[in-house]
């Protein structure tokens, strides 16, 4: 079993930054693939980011490839999304995930393991 809690989610003005971690329990974080997802009012949930156990890969959906950076460091449990030039259309609650696939990544299915979301809200 996985818990993940998720934090550093605001108020933010269109063009800023936020970083948002996520901190998951477990003593094999280093062999689970994390990913981020988030859910704008009336939408499905939507892939943003992952981050491969092997190598430390990482995916990004179109939408915030160039804005949005992931990261983990697997000595304190944590994953980072260091989110740059926001959007209003960022404006989500947004999740961290974990998993051991190494395919689908960009699929919320493929994860079985979620925290309870972080809200970042981006004012035009």
């Known amino acids: 079993q996985v818990q993940l809690v998720e934090s550093g989610g605001g108020l933010v003005q269109a063009g800023g930054s936020l970083r948002l971690s996520c901190v998951a329990s477990g003593r094999t974080f280093s062999s689970y693939t994390m990913g981020w997802f988030r859910q704008a009012p009336g939408k499905e949930r939507e892939f943003v980011a992952a981050i491969s156990w092997i190598g430390g890969r990482t995916y990004y959906a179109d939408s915030v490839k160039g804005r949005f950076t992931m990261s983990r460091d697997n000595a304190k449990n944590t994953v980072y999304l260091q989110m740059n030039s926001l959007k209003p259309e960022d404006t989500a609650v947004y999740y961290c995930?974990?998993?051991?696939?190494?395919?689908?990544?960009?699929?919320?299915?493929?994860?079985?393991?979620w925290g309870q979301g972080t809200q970042v809200t981006v004012s035009s």
């Open positions: 995930a974990s998993g051991q696939s190494l395919r689908g990544l960009d699929s919320s299915r493929t994860y079985p393991y």
